[in-house]
């Protein structure tokens, strides 16, 4: 893959009018366009079709949790729409399964959630899982690779044991990228986009450092930069 499409940008933006705004800024800068929740309940599905058909690489971030039927025929639904990638959590055999017979035959890769990096160990204590975050990821990312999904997301801290355990074929898509000296805003486990691709990540996820930036274009070329010395090394 060429470096710029290894960046995944996340339009975490409430409305389609900011988010046409910015694909439009970006244009053919990035690899991928991320649509989260917050945009997927404001008009966030008829774009990524339309985003689809326009040959862009689409990932639909729902984290589907659910019964079976209801993933199955929710993942079946959303590969109609062309998208690239979807998130399921990877909390169970039951759900990721069912994702994988929804998925059916089309080119949809599935990306199964470990540990969203906002939360910290009191978190999980919190939850009621007496558990180290790295161990934890390790084992979600097993169930993921065992359960027939593409790959996982997963913070740069537990990229390069995930990478070690799965192997090279297994995505590793990891969040709260932060580029050196930029805030961290509410992630809990930032890494920057060279500690994230030496920790063998194969896709970055960023959104605040590009889509609040004075000039998103020009932030984003900084990241791709920052990926293409990474992995020049």
Do not use: C, W
């Not at 989260?36 to 326009?54: D, I, P, S, Y």
């Not at 209801?70 to 759900?95: P, S």
């Not at 090279?168 to 805030?183: A, H, K, M, N, Y």
């Amino acid at each position: 893959m060429r470096p710029k499409d290894r960046l995944i940008v996340a339009l975490d933006v409430p409305s389609l009018a900011e988010a046409t705004s910015l694909i439009e800024t970006l244009g053919e800068s990035v690899g991928v366009y991320k649509i989260g929740l917050e945009l997927l309940f404001g008009g966030g599905f008829a774009l990524a079709e339309e985003l689809a058909q326009k040959g862009r690489a689409v990932f639909v971030d729902a984290k589907l949790s659910d019964i079976e039927a209801t993933v199955e025929r929710a993942t079946a639904a959303i590969a109609r729409m062309g998208a690239a990638f979807l998130t399921v959590h990877a909390l169970d055999h039951k759900t990721m399964t069912a994702a994988v017979r929804g998925r059916g035959d089309s080119a949809l890769k599935l990306l199964g959630v470990t540990v969203l990096t906002n939360l910290a160990p009191a978190d999980l204590i919190e939850q009621g899982i007496d558990h180290p975050l790295a161990e934890l990821g390790l084992h979600r990312a097993a169930l993921a690779k065992k359960a027939g999904l593409d790959g996982v997301i997963a913070s740069g801290h537990e990229a390069a044991q995930i990478r070690g355990t799965t192997g090279p074929d297994f995505l590793i898509v990891t969040p709260g990228v932060r580029p050196q000296g930029s805030e961290v805003h509410d992630q809990a486990r930032a890494v920057t986009p060279r500690a994230a691709i030496a920790a063998g990540a194969d896709y970055l996820v960023v959104g605040r450092p590009i889509t609040r930036a004075s000039d998103p274009r020009e932030a984003a070329d900084s990241i791709v930069g920052e990926i293409a010395a990474a992995l020049s090394r």
